[in-house]
């Protein structure tokens, strides 16, 4: 398995600097984030995005996956539109930079509308949405994220789409944890369909507040090991990204100590499986 970090963990660096530390560091390669046009947007022109791309490719990086935030369950038609368009674009500049996949959210469903509808609104958006982007060789990656986080959901979702070539998950584990997914149960009911991994540590956050406090890779209750021995398992080479959320979370260690952290600690957790 491969080592990538989400630039979500360092908005303060621009571009240059996330190239020369994942290679610093040892990454195989980076997870790049849309947001606000911190470090890569829809509206770069052809030149921009061939200069991204050969900023990590000159240093033996793979832009795997870029993530985006489109979302799905609205019942407001002109808003999943509008979705539906910019997961094309965001599968577009995932193609000029080399990437293998894009990523989406479903989102949190309105008031009054039952799973079922939802997952329905889900599938059927996305699927208009997959056809589009299928010629391009870019793959739609779920996350495991919001009331969408059990893996039981977003494989309804799928299905409810079509199971179309080109729609596939990405595997946030703390989601999954805590909804009571245990590691193997996730992969025996998704394994086949994940194709990119967040890996983070954590440990219970205070009462009334969020469910968990985010820490270093190793220093918290995550399953970590039994995450990557359950992916081990069922044959998955991929990424196990760090997303380590930095930017929504100012109070965190800083990536310079967060991302070669992560680094040691994996590559001697990885080595434990051959």
């Given at each position: 398995?491969?080592?990538?970090?989400?630039?979500?963990?360092?908005?303060?660096?621009?571009?240059?600097?996330?190239?020369?530390?994942?290679?610093?560091?040892?990454?195989?390669?980076?997870?790049?984030?849309?947001?606000?046009?911190?470090?890569?947007?829809?509206?770069?022109?052809?030149?921009?995005?061939?200069?991204?791309?050969?900023?990590?490719?000159?240093?033996?990086?793979?832009?795997?996956?870029?993530?985006?935030?489109?979302?799905?369950?609205?019942?407001d038609k002109n808003e999943l539109e509008r979705n539906i368009?910019?997961?094309?674009?965001?599968?577009?500049?995932?193609?000029?930079?080399?990437?293998?996949?894009?990523?989406?959210?479903?989102?949190?469903?309105?008031?009054?509308?039952?799973?079922?509808?939802?997952i329905a609104r889900a599938g059927e958006s996305l699927a208009?949405?997959?056809?589009?982007?299928?010629?391009?060789?870019?793959?739609?990656?779920?996350?495991?994220?919001?009331?969408?986080?059990?893996?039981?959901?977003?494989?309804?979702?799928?299905?409810?789409?079509?199971?179309?070539?080109?729609?596939?998950?990405?595997?946030?584990?703390?989601?999954?944890?805590?909804?009571?997914?245990?590691?193997?149960?996730?992969?025996e009911r998704i394994g086949s369909l994940i194709r990119h991994?967040?890996?983070?540590?954590?440990?219970?956050?205070?009462?009334?507040?969020?469910?968990?406090?985010?820490?270093?890779?190793?220093?918290?209750?995550?399953?970590?090991?039994?995450?990557?021995?359950?992916?081990?398992?069922?044959?998955?080479?991929?990424?196990?990204?760090?997303?380590?959320?930095?930017?929504?979370?100012?109070?965190?260690?800083?990536?310079?100590?967060?991302?070669?952290?992560?680094?040691?600690?994996?590559?001697?957790?990885?080595?434990?499986?051959?």
């Amino acid at each position: 398995m491969k080592l990538s970090f989400s630039t979500l963990g360092c908005p303060d660096w621009n571009l240059t600097m996330v190239a020369e530390r994942a290679a610093e560091y040892g990454y195989d390669g980076v997870e790049l984030l849309i947001r606000g046009g911190i470090h890569i947007d829809t509206a770069m022109n052809a030149a921009e995005r061939k200069q991204v791309s050969e900023l990590f490719s000159s240093r033996n990086l793979e832009i795997r996956s870029v993530s985006g935030y489109t979302k799905f369950v609205s019942s407001d038609k002109n808003e999943l539109e509008r979705n539906i368009q910019q997961l094309r674009l965001n599968a577009e500049l995932a193609h000029d930079l080399g990437a293998s996949y894009v990523r989406t959210f479903i989102g949190e469903p309105s008031s009054g509308v039952d799973n079922a509808e939802a997952i329905a609104r889900a599938g059927e958006s996305l699927a208009t949405a997959v056809q589009t982007i299928a010629p391009l060789g870019v793959e739609v990656i779920i996350e495991t994220h919001d009331h969408f986080s059990a893996a039981e959901a977003i494989a309804a979702i799928i299905h409810k789409a079509g199971n179309p070539k080109g729609l596939a998950v990405l595997w946030d584990t703390v989601h999954t944890h805590h909804v009571g997914e245990k590691p193997q149960e996730v992969c025996e009911r998704i394994g086949s369909l994940i194709r990119h991994v967040h890996l983070k540590d954590a440990v219970p956050g205070k009462p009334g507040g969020k469910p968990h406090q985010y820490v270093l890779a190793g220093e918290g209750i995550m399953p970590i090991r039994e995450n990557v021995e359950a992916l081990h398992a069922i044959g998955y080479y991929g990424y196990l990204s760090l997303e380590w959320e930095k930017m929504w979370y100012p109070d965190l260690e800083g990536p310079s100590i967060a991302f070669p952290h992560f680094v040691k600690v994996m590559r001697e957790l990885l080595a434990t499986l051959r």
